[in-house]
């Protein structure tokens, strides 16, 4: 009972003693955590994880064990194995790094009046291409800069409008095969070539035009609306997934959901960023006062 009760205590006393930086750092850690998950399972290195995960378990149960032979073989090539992931994994970390050091620097989207002009424009054209079995392939920047992916098309930097959009797709246009990038509510470029995705679990029925716009989603933030040119069906692939046979009505709320809350929530951010700098300022103001019983 005496253990129980100064467990019990001593848990107490750690709890009380967790300040608003520890809980800071534990809500960071769980993120990341979660995001690296979350990364993996889709992702092709999701099978890879496992293993690993497997090997750490053999690894743990070699040292419960007490199986010396094992698990200093396990330990040898886990120092070598360091390498080969990072080797392994070497598109995956390059794709990670390019979205945070891209979505540091990069500014967001226009006002909202724009926003919501550009998407009207937006699900007015692919309406009318849907109807008319014309492919279309259209790319909303986000935080991700996809600058490399529009010096591979022709500059254009012009309003959103749907007539243009449906020349730029018409299929005797010059331009027509390749992807529209808006940047900024702007049609930024159009004929740009796309990567294509690595995934080997999409359905067989998806085409090249389906395959470009989920690798660019998997790769990027951006939001990627695509219309079919052969049943005219309209899809958008965000973050590596497809919804497919939308409407015209669907694709207008998707849409709205993904850039114009997006400001919102960015404000709400901001709001909640200055608050814990606030906080932690007066914190540390707190630490730094001096005693008064030693004045």
Known sequence: ??????????????????????????????????KIIQFVRRTSSYNLAKGIILVFLVLWLSELFRLTMISYLIRNLMELGLIALLILFQPELRRILERVGSSLTSGRQGSSPAMERAIAQTVQACSDMSASHTGALIIFERGVHLSTVMSTGTIINADITSELIKNIFYNKAPLHDGALVIRDTRLAAAGCVLPLTQSTNLSKDLGMRHRAGIGLSEQSDAVVVIVSEETGAISVAIEGMLKRHLTAATLDKLLHSELVQEETENSKRSVLLAGLRKLLKGEKNEQDKPDEKNL
Do not use: H, N, Q
Not at 7 to 33: H, M, N, P, R
């Open 1 to 34: 009972m005496d253990v129980i009760s100064s467990a019990l205590s001593g848990f107490l006393t750690k709890i009380t003693s967790i300040g608003v930086t520890d809980v800071i750092d534990i809500l960071v850690v769980a993120f990341l955590i979660y």
